[in-house]
T-cell receptor, first 115, second 111 residues
Framework: DQQVKQNSPSLSVQEGRISILNCDYTNSMFDYFLWYKKYPAEGPTFLISISSIKDKNEDGRFTVFLNKSAKHLSLHIVPSQPGDSAVYFCAASAVYGGSQGNLIFGKGTKLSVKP | KAGVTQTPRYLIKTRGQQVTLSCSPISGHRSVSWYQQTPGQGLQFLFEYFSETQRNKGNFPGRFSGRQFSNSRSEMNVSTLELGDSALYLC??????????FGPGTRLTVL
């Protein structure tokens, strides 16, 4: 059973517009969430994270929102750039449950930003 | 600061053989985690080592094992290789309970 779900396998947006990538989770023990970006033949690159005590975290063009009651998080990229085209993975861990080294990943969303 | 390095980058083996993959974490990072990425299953957690001790383990058969050395470098071993073990094996290191930083991976092909 998938504990972290990214229901959209792909997303296409126009350059300069907002990209919104969504992620749902089922395990209420998760208390730390991360987004990674991955290019083919490379390891995932860390983008941004959020602790469950927050509902928003920003870093430049990237903002992550967490809705604990809905067990939902989203990554907003504004403005989107062609270089953002990659596969984005949502990941979660139960840090205070002693599983901080174990990230549970969604299956990814392939973002295409068109010029 | 150098990133996570993994060797070798590519490996071809035949069924029944064994393989050892190596990972050098970012300097100062004491936690090393291993993941398997396949097209069908995505990224799946294998195990995590911290201070030479396995701290967490994923749902993989005993053919998959690992260890960590006193300098935090880690190795994973897969014995009696099966076709289904063909995957990208990723290693990640972290400082504490924070973000994990991934290496480029080792692409293993089992023929």
């Amino acid at each position: 059973d998938q504990q972290v779900k990214q229901n959209s396998p792909s997303l296409s947006v126009q350059e300069g517009r907002i990209s919104i990538l969504n992620c749902d989770y089922t395990n209420s023990m998760f208390d730390y969430f991360l987004w990674y970006k991955k290019y083919p033949a490379e390891g995932p690159t860390f983008l941004i994270s959020i602790s469950s005590i927050k509902d928003k975290n920003e870093d430049g063009r990237f903002t992550v929102f967490l809705n604990k009651s809905a067990k939902h998080l989203s990554l907003h990229i504004v403005p989107s750039q062609p270089g953002d085209s990659a596969v984005y993975f949502c990941a979660a861990s139960a840090v205070y449950g002693g599983s901080q080294g174990n990230l549970i990943f969604g299956k990814g969303t392939k973002l295409s930003v068109k010029p | 600061k150098a990133g996570v390095t993994q060797t070798p980058r590519y490996l071809i083996k035949t069924r029944g053989q064994q393989v050892t993959l190596s990972c050098s974490p970012i300097s100062g990072h004491r936690s090393v985690s291993w993941y398997q990425q396949t097209p069908g299953q995505g990224l799946q957690f294998l195990f995590e080592y911290f201070s030479e001790t396995q701290r967490n383990k994923g749902n993989f058969p005993g053919r998959f094992s690992g260890r960590q050395f006193s300098n935090s470098r880690s190795e994973m071993n897969v014995s009696t290789l099966e076709l289904g073990d063909s995957a990208l094996y990723l290693c990640a290191s972290s400082l504490a309970q924070n973000e994990q930083f991934f290496g480029p991976g080792t692409r293993l092909t089992v023929l």
